[in-house]
């Protein structure tokens, strides 16, 4: 039984064009799945729909998306902000805006503990240390003090993973994590993610375009190419045969260590063509019912 | 760096300082005014008229910046000026703050219809000529301290308005608010505890601003003969009659102006010395 199913979801820019066509996929409870394509395929946008964070210019046309056996789509909007509220957290792409900067670490990491699960203060704060702690913060009790400019990038980065685990989730969305950190700093990020996941038994929706971090973290994958999944397989089956041309050149163009130079090459246009009817073939599908 | 982070601090200091120490006189001078200024502001004296201020010569003791052309003392009447002056900034600048600040945050951070209703009553509201639409309002509803300061906040609102609207857009792009509204903060409570505390700084700069022009608008209004009624001492009033008579007693022009420059300049330095102290990115 999978924790979150998603079912031919289908997403347009309002009064425009499709951005995501019937988009299916699962995460299992405890499962990372790594949601993959270029930029403007569409990944950012299954993690936003999932959460109820779709930009106003967007609006959802079709599908499901079922969270622990409800259909968030059918809930009247209160009732499906306290469900995603209770079972789903964030950890944002740029660390940098992700903290509010004229509040103070602490409370913003006990805020929604009090606030909408109705801790009392005293344990939430406890909480937050504890988890603080987890993620390798010396002095917790300083941190949760600062403004969010006194620290660093990674430091901020390992604030918003604690504070996405801090009410025990089911589900979270990991929108590029890592893609706005120092090389240096990503490894250890994407370890602590890895690691704190594991821990905790969260279901992990992980959008990224780097092939790289997928084969580390992720246990099923799903590939994106103008809002159409082009294949949705295990990890494992991925990098040892990929089941889609598209998928196929995508992971050849991943620079290799070797000869980083000669190894970049592009997507090549027959496949470009051939993905791009399946696009046109999913549109026709979709006009006709 | 330390001692570059340092001298800016020390200026930011000063700065603020030097602002609230004249504001903190005037407001004082205004509280205290019947039992501090030396004479009468109304009292006339026709023998006394046009004295020079205390250091020239044929000044007469207890008229320290001298008397008008109908004998009354320039530093009592600029002290009872105060009283009207920072009355006006107060009050009208609080309501233009919180009605266009108000507008401006609801705007920016709801968008859709609420925004485009705002957005387009502002465009329509800023095509007024702002100064003759000021006279002609008090010449319908009469002169008077509340048609002072109807007319600053019906002209000022726009400017809080679409700055903190910008401001609030821009905020609300953030990612801390997508996280905020995951967690299920209702959009009053992202409006009031994520994007408020980020767009104060600006509305204190812009409240300070604001105070300073009410000041000014008042000012420009009892010069043209427009304000409260013409027997209590206002400034602008103070430098229209002063002007007539600028070749005799430059006094009475002069010290007027001098205050007037003071306190205006006093409350922009106020707002910008405030956001360098409080707002938690730049200290």
Known sequence: MSYLEIDRLSVRLRGGGPLLRQVSLTVAAGEVRGLVGESGAGKSMIGKAVLGILPRSTEITAGRIVLDGVDLLTLPPAERRRRIGATCALIPQDPLTALNPSRRIGPQITDRLVDILGWPRVRAEARARELLAEVYIPDPERVMRSYPHELSGGMRQRILIASAFAAEPKLIVADEPTTALDVTVQKQILKLIKEMQERHGTALLFVTHDLGVVSKVCQSLSVLYAGLVVEDCAVRDFFRAPGHAYSAALLAATPKYTDAVASLTPVPDTVIAAVRAEVAAADRRMSHG | MLDGRGSVKRRAGARLWLSAGWLAVLVLAALLAPWITPKD???????????????????????????????????????????????????????????????????????????????????????????????????????????????????????????????????????????????????????????????????????????????????????????????????????????????????????????????????????????????????
């Open chain 2, 41 to 283: 502001p109304l009292a006339q004296d026709l023998f006394l008229g046009r004295l020079p201020p205390f250091w020239e010569t044929g000044a007469e003791p207890g008229y320290y910046l001298g008397t008008d052309s109908l004998g009354r003392d320039v530093l009592s009447r600029i002290l009872y000026g105060a009283r009207l002056a920072l009355i006006v900034a107060l009050v009208a600048g609080s309501i233009t703050c919180l009605l266009g600040a108000g507008l401006g945050l609801l705007a920016g951070f709801l968008r859709g219809w609420v925004d485009v209703l705002i957005s387009r009553f502002i465009d329509i509201w800023m095509a007024f000529p702002p100064v003759l639409f000021s006279i002609l309002l008090i010449a319908v509803i009469g002169p008077g301290l509340g048609s002072i300061i109807l007319a600053i906040v019906i002209i000022d609102w726009t400017r809080f308005a679409r700055v903190v609207r910008a401001e609030a857009m821009a905020q609300g792009a953030m990612d801390y608010v997508a996280s905020a509204r995951v967690a299920g903060r209702g959009r009053l409570g992202i409006m009031l505890r994520e994007i408020l505390p980020n767009v104060l700084p600006t509305i204190v700069v812009l409240l300070t601003l604001e105070m300073g022009i009410a000041v000014i608008v008042e000012a420009i209004l009892s010069f043209v003969n427009l304000s409260i009624s013409t027997d209590d001492p206002t400034w602008g009033g103070m430098i229209a009659e002063g002007r007539a008579a600028v070749y005799q007693a430059w006094w009475v022009l002069v010290f007027p102006l001098i205050t007037l420059f003071l306190t205006v300049l006093s409350f922009s330095q106020l707002g910008e010395g405030l956001k360098d102290r409080f707002d938690p990115v730049l200290r």
